[in-house]
């Protein structure tokens, strides 16, 4: 039996906004734990403005998600399909072997 097409088109946005290996990056480092973009355009080598995008685009897409913490935003992954697809991908080692 099929999926409903309004899962298929939930699971779909989901995989497309993880296909684009900047925003895979930035998903594998959340997934050690909540950043700031400062640190991630640090990391990256990128400008703070394209990681700034691919962030807006994790956020649409219910991924990531934001808290302030004073002027600053705290990005952490918060979609439960994430971790577990991530690791199934081989990009991060499974929980219990960090």
């Known amino acids: 039996m099929l999926p409903e097409a309004e899962r298929c088109e939930e699971v779909a946005g989901l995989l ?6 900047v925003r895979l990056r930035i998903v594998c480092g959340l ?3 909540s950043c700031a ?4 355009v640090d990391c ?3 400008p703070q403005a394209l990681v700034s995008r691919h962030l807006a685009v ?3 897409a219910g991924v990531v998600e ?5 002027r600053t935003q ?7 399909a994430v971790p577990p697809l991530i690791e199934a991908l081989a ?3 499974a929980r219990g072997e960090r």
């Open 16 to 21: 497309a906004a993880l296909a684009h290996p």
């Open 31 to 33: 997934l050690d734990g």
């Open 37 to 40: 973009v400062t640190p991630m």
């Open 44 to 46: 990256l080598g990128l």
């Open 58 to 60: 994790l956020r649409d």
């Open 66 to 70: 934001a808290r302030r913490e004073g």
């Open 74 to 80: 705290i990005y952490g992954v918060v979609h439960p």
């Open 91 to 93: 990009m991060q080692p």
